[in-house]
RNA sequence: UAAUAUUUC
């Protein structure tokens, strides 16, 4: 049943729904039973293709069954309710979930908190990570990530430095994720410097910055209008032997678009495409018209705009 | 065997 199960899950991060879903009602055949995961991986896979109906309906299916669902199948479902912006039926599902005996568990606590960040509501994201403690849960890495996101969404970058320092409080060891999410914050907050700092922070804690990281503080001097200095991250960025993805160079031309330096814009563009073959996407594209907008240069601006028609980039 | 967080906003 594991190999199947396995099988399932892979076919459903491969995107094909399809296929899973034929496995899935070929395991009589085989002579076995849906257990709990097999169910459970199919409302994640669904969930995660935005089908947030055949999700329901799988976990409807799995009532039928006769299958008791656990905490991956809640946290599944209520990521998947989250994903398609329903609020309520994600807290509906924390609470059935309580209902149905099934403790909460840590995950299940981040992903509603997630959900909650996702919708704006940061007053309950806290809320609920204060009650996963009153109720013995353990906030772990993934809980703070998180808060630090609902900060940066807020641009609020005291409190996303406060949550940074619960959690070493905390003893826990921010990784990689956190560190960009406190850079975003620093970005979103127009705070370039502290961005910097936390950057400088990451090397001296042995957590070399990654892509995320170097890509956070680009938008950064970019908010702050820093092009020059976004330039001098872009630069580091090679120093470390990281590549520049495409969200590297979208951060660059979006930096030049604010600081009206369309030029710069436009080289952006062509390293992007001819040096690291990138293809423009519709952040890109975004980005350029927008520049061209600031410059007036509304030609230019028709002139991209009808590429990106052409070239299907919705 | 399955569930949760970050960058171009």
Known sequence: IRHYNALLDALGKANRLDDAESLFCEFEKYGLAHDVASHSIMISANGKSGRIEDAERCFRRM???NVKPNAFTYSALIEAFGRAGKLQKAE???RSMIEDGVAPNVVAYNALIKVYVKRGKNDKAFKLSEEMIKNGKVPDVITYGTLIDACAKARDVEKAFKVFNDLKKNQIKPNRVCYASLIDACAKG???ERGFEVLELMKSSKTPPDIFAYNALIDACGRAKMVHRAFQVYDEILIAGLIPDRVTFNALISACGRAREVE???EALDIMINKYGHEADRHTYNSLIDAC?????MLKAFEIYNRMIKNNVK
């Not at 907008?293 to 240069?297: L, R, Y």
């Open 63 to 65: 009532k039928k069954e």
């Open 92 to 94: 509906e599902t924390f």
């Open 190 to 192: 127009k705070q370039p």
């Open 264 to 266: 710069k814009a436009f």
């Open 293 to 297: 907008g600031k410059s007036e240069k």
